[in-house]
């Protein structure tokens, strides 16, 4: 079956735009997560949704970050006023369930590069 | 605050074995994940340990000691496809945040 698709799979864009991520988990799967990688690090935690509800949203760097998921699938995420410091490969994994060792599908990421 | 460390590099032979090793500090704690992620690719779901013991799949087995907040991911038979990073990962009770080390970056020579 399908596995976790993001759009777009890169992303340019300049100092103080906004821009708009988005996820689409495997069918059934109501826990989703994002996360950004930096290059020689781990995945950082950004926000997890539960259904339609972001359940922990702690990993948000600042309020210019922002995601939702309305219909308890797709996701978005939104970063306003870019800033060079966000560049980043941003991930999104979804779970059957939000249950800790609930294997998390990856999806292949957005190259964000802001200039 | 929740940590994990894990080496930074490790390099081994095609045949071989190698332990990759992750000690963690959080409060609270329900487990530790391993996940594989290859140059330019997604992270991988490898193993999961929730009780302390060796949990083993196929040429990839996993180990949790959680009174020494430790625990390994052991490859065996290494093939060169196993170069990659890998990556231990813990969530602990206070909410649904994942918390990945850095990444330990494993080569295998021929």
């Known amino acids: 079956g399908a596995g976790v698709s993001q759009t777009p799979s890169n992303k340019v864009t300049e100092k103080g735009k906004y821009v708009e991520l988005r996820c689409d988990p495997i069918?059934?799967?109501?826990?989703l997560y994002w996360y950004r990688q930096s290059l020689g690090q781990g995945p950082e935690f950004l926000i997890y949704?539960?259904?339609?509800?972001?359940?922990?949203d702690s990993g948000l760097p600042n309020d210019r970050f922002f995601a939702v998921r309305p219909e308890g699938s797709v996701s978005t995420l939104k970063i306003q006023r870019t800033e060079r410091g966000d560049s980043a490969v941003y991930l999104c994994?979804?779970?059957?369930?939000?249950?800790?060792?609930?294997?998390?599908?990856f999806g292949p990421g957005t190259r964000l590069t802001v200039l | 605050g929740q940590s994990l460390e894990q080496p930074s590099e490790v390099t081994a032979v095609e045949g071989a074995i190698v332990q990759i090793n992750c000690t963690y500090q959080?409060?609270?704690?329900?487990?530790l994940s391993w996940y594989q992620q290859h140059d330019g690719g997604a992270p991988t779901f490898l193993s999961y340990?929730?009780?302390?013991g060796l949990e083993e799949t196929g040429r990839f087995s996993s180990f949790l000691s959680r009174s020494d907040s430790y625990g390994y991911l052991l490859l065996q038979e290494l093939q060169m496809k196993d170069s990659a990073s890998y990556f231990c990962?813990?969530?602990?009770?206070?909410?649904?945040?994942?918390?990945f080390g850095a990444g330990t970056r494993l080569f295998v020579k021929a």
């Open positions: 959080t409060s609270g704690f329900y487990g």
């Open positions: 069918s059934g799967h109501t826990a």
């Open positions: 340990n929730a009780l302390d």
């Open positions: 949704f539960q259904g339609t509800g972001a359940a922990d």
């Open positions: 994994a979804s779970s059957l369930s939000g249950e800790s060792g609930n294997e998390q599908f």
């Open positions: 990962a813990v969530r602990g009770t206070g909410g649904f945040k994942t918390i």
